[in-house]
Nanobody
Framework: QVQLVESGGGLVQAGESLTLSCAASGRDFRVYAMGWYRQAPGKQRELVAAISSGGTTNYPDSVKGRFTISRDNAKNTVYLQMNSLKPEDTAVYYC?????????WGQGTQVTVSS
């Protein structure tokens, strides 16, 4: 299994951008499907972006056109570029790696968007 460490969170103003990184250690990063999830206080964790091992991406309507997920298999890293941030994007953002029935989660990174 892979171990995941997120970074790049912080406090920004509405309309600004932020890029999150998720560094993976372990073997065969390229075979994992990767995803970014977020959880706001009092809410369920939700998917915000996913990328398959082949590079196919998927986004919910709430972030489509604003968020972009990408991966660099040479660096064992997945990124989440977040543009035009809104206060409702405030949450802890988590990285997830999945291969078949196995998955791993990072510890999360806080993103706070002020109005």
């Amino acid at each position: 299994q892979v171990q995941l460490v997120e970074s790049g969170g912080g406090l920004v103003q509405a309309g600004e951008s932020l890029t999150l990184s998720c560094a993976a250690s372990g073997r065969d990063f390229r075979v994992y499907a990767m995803g970014w999830y977020r959880q706001a206080p009092g809410k369920q964790r939700e998917l915000v972006a996913a990328i398959s091992s082949g590079g196919t991406t998927n986004y919910p309507d709430s972030v489509k056109g604003r968020f972009t997920i990408s991966r660099d298999n040479a660096k064992n890293t997945v990124y989440l570029q977040m543009n035009s941030l809104k206060p409702e994007d405030t949450a802890v953002y988590y990285c997830k790696a999945q291969y078949g029935p196995f998955d791993s989660w990072g510890q999360g990174t806080q993103v706070t968007v002020s109005s």
